[in-house]
Antibody, heavy 121, light 106 residues
Framework: EVHLVESGGGLVQPGGSLRLSCAAS????????MNWVRQAPGKGLEWVSV????????AYPDSVKGRFTISRDNSKDTLYLQMNGLRAEDTAVYYC??????????????WGQGILVSVSP | IQLTQSPSFLSAFVGDRVTITCRAS??????LAWYHQKPGKAPRLLIY???TLQSGVPSRFSGSGSGTEFTLTINTLQPDDFGTYYC?????????FGQGTKLEIK
């Protein structure tokens, strides 16, 4: 059974930084692309980033490009999201999501439970 | 590409047949997925490639459409089907979601 567990969330001031981690188990982590998806309180879903199975290709929407960096350690079955220059509008529950394919289809077939990031003075 | 779901809110009885529509602002072939989210939980993939049922999803769920108009149909609605349904386009960056359809069981 696929298991994804996020950690590293919390309260941070505007302009601050935070690093999220996602520990994966139950599948061959290094053969799948991985993603981060977020959901602001009471709002819909927003894709945040994708990384290919080997980690050589990444993509971001304009809303986080240049501020967020996705990475992975296939030897530790762990996904990361480094978030810098945080803004109030980044406040959301962040989900780690497994991709259906290695290359990054952005079809999210398994999700973590989510972790809250709050950006406030 | 903008996705518009209709209706935004839906109330139905157990046993009903329910249809949710997702319209894309431009053609996306069949690059569309559907998700179901219950309050306080992570979303769950139901359908991808517009009509392919994800493994483990009950067969009462089905998807159809191509181009700009898509539908998610739930046959014989069950109590566990309450929550919010989202469509997602996979054709063009930034791969956005619809605004969601909240389904209430009467």
């Amino acid at each position: 059974e696929v298991h994804l567990v996020e950690s590293g969330g919390g309260l941070v001031q505007p302009g601050g930084s935070l690093r999220l981690s996602c520990a994966a188990s139950g599948f061959n982590f290094k053969t799948y692309a991985m993603n981060w998806v977020r959901q602001a309180p009471g709002k819909g879903l927003e894709w945040v980033s994708v990384i290919s199975s080997t980690g050589d290709r990444t993509a971001y929407p304009d809303s986080v490009k240049g501020r967020f960096t996705i990475s992975r350690d296939n030897s530790k079955d762990t996904l990361y999201l480094q978030m810098n220059g945080l803004r109030a509008e980044d406040t959301a529950v962040y989900y780690c999501a497994k991709d259906l394919y290695a290359s990054g289809s952005l079809i999210f077939d398994d999700w973590g439970q989510g972790i809250l990031v709050s950006v406030s003075p | 590409i903008q996705l518009t779901q209709s209706p935004s809110f839906l109330s139905a009885f157990v046993g009903d047949r329910v249809t949710i529509t997702c319209r894309a602002s431009q053609g996306i072939d069949t690059f569309l997925a559907w998700y179901h989210q219950k309050p306080g939980k992570a979303p769950r993939l139901l359908i991808y490639a517009a009509s392919t049922l994800q493994s483990g999803v009950p067969s009462r769920f089905s998807g159809s459409g191509s181009g700009t108009e898509f539908t998610l149909t739930i046959n014989t609605l069950q109590p566990d089907d309450f929550g919010t349904y989202y469509c997602q386009q996979l054709a063009n960056y930034p791969y956005g979601f619809g605004q969601g359809t909240k389904l209430e069981i009467k």
